[in-house]
Nanobody, 121 residues
């Protein structure tokens, strides 16, 4: 019913910037919030940032300042702008969305399949 597709990942050098995008598609009635999470090798999936459709943001304490989340409701797309990337930022970055569907009037969280970000030193 709903699919999330991330893009923008890749290999970058330490200190560089990267912008990730995630677009939701399917039977969407409304988007309540979207967010980014990441999971490094052998680690749990951790919060990076979330944003509501009204623009309210929440960041992981250690990441605010280097990461900026934004949302374009008209395009059903959330962005993550990262700067001053470090090797420890290497992870698979996953998009998450809190969506009310159009066909069944249900509200659920959905996950994308992730995009790999690798930061070399």
């Amino acid at each position: 019913q709903v699919q999330l597709v991330e893009s923008g990942g890749g290999l970058v050098q330490a200190g560089e910037s990267l912008r990730l995008s995630c677009t939701a598609s399917g039977s969407i009635f409304s988007i309540e919030a979207m967010g980014w999470y990441r999971q490094g090798p052998g680690r749990q999936r951790d919060l990076v940032a979330t944003i509501t459709s009204r623009g309210s943001t929440n960041y992981a304490d250690s990441l605010e300042g280097r990461f900026t989340i934004s949302i374009d409701i008209a395009k059903s797309t959330v962005y993550l702008q990262s700067s001053s990337l470090k090797p420890e930022d290497t992870a698979v970055y996953y998009c998450n969305a809190d969506i009310v569907t159009a066909t069944f009037a249900g509200r659920n969280h959905y996950w994308g399949q992730g995009t790999q970000v690798t930061v070399s030193s």
